[in-house]
């Protein structure tokens, strides 16, 4: 089955510079790469995903990053701000199989020094 | 307001008492899941629906059973239930099986002693 790998596990940014979070995975037929922002004690939300005929997706702050020969991907965020301090966790499936074969990541805590 | 609900939010229980976990979304969802979140090892999936009355095992499956009755609910039981069960529950669905946004429960934070 598929094995997605996430690092750092922790990452502490100054306010206002950028925080990358990278993600590995190991099946060559995934091509949806979700990712979802846990902000504490809350519930996982979507934030942003990718599919695999994409290389680079934006939303505002917030770009996701796609190497499908490599099989990673990662998320991007810039001028980063104290609401961004959360769990993210990155995700791959197959797409033809989509959520029932969705597997994350064991996420990256993200802390934003004010 | 679109939404899942879960209850309980918190329960602290014995093991080997049976339990049931409900899980409702109000968005006529044909997909529903169940996670539970362990610190260190991110979401894992225990269970899912397709669709009414089509379930299928996730990647840890035992100890947990579920149904689908109905299309808006999806309960998690746990027959008897054991400490390694002790963690943080989260029920979710999308519009299909396909690779479509996930909406999350607020949770069940489960301790079996």
New interface residues.
């Given amino acids: 089955?598929e094995n997605v790998e996430?690092h750092p596990?922790t990452l502490s940014v100054q306010e206002g510079d950028s925080a990358v979070i990278k993600c590995t995975y190991s099946d060559s037929a995934s091509n949806?790469f979700?990712w979802y922002k846990q902000e504490l004690g809350?519930?996982?939300?979507?934030i942003i995903?990718i599919?695999s005929n994409v290389g680079e997706k934006k939303d505002q702050r917030i770009a996701v990053t796609l190497n499908k020969t490599a099989k990673h991907f990662s998320l991007h965020i810039t001028e980063t701000q104290p609401e961004d301090s959360a769990v993210y966790?990155c995700a791959a499936?197959p797409?033809t199989?989509?959520?029932?074969k969705?597997?994350?990541?064991?996420?990256t805590r993200l802390t934003i020094i004010p | 307001e679109a939404q899942v609900t879960q209850n309980p939010r918190y329960l602290i229980t014995v093991t080997g008492k049976k339990l049931t976990v409900t899980c409702s979304q109000n968005m006529n969802h044909e997909?529903m899941?169940w996670y539970r979140q362990d610190p260190?090892?991110?979401?894992?999936?225990i269970y899912?629906s397709?669709n009414v009355e089509v379930t299928?095992k996730?990647?840890v499956p035992e100890g947990y059973k579920v149904s689908r009755k109905e299309k808006r609910n999806f309960p998690l039981i746990l027959e008897s239930p054991s400490p390694n069960q002790t963690s943080l529950y989260?029920c979710a669905s999308?519009l299909?099986?396909?690779?479509?946004?996930?909406y999350?429960?607020?949770?069940t934070r489960l301790t079996v002693t």
């Fill in positions: 089955g996430q596990s949806y979700p809350k519930r996982p939300q979507l995903d599919r966790f499936s797409e199989f989509g959520n029932e969705l597997t994350f990541g064991t996420g | 997909y899941s260190g090892l991110g979401l894992r999936q899912y397709m299928d996730g990647d989260f999308s299909s099986s396909g690779s479509y946004e996930q999350f429960g607020p949770g």
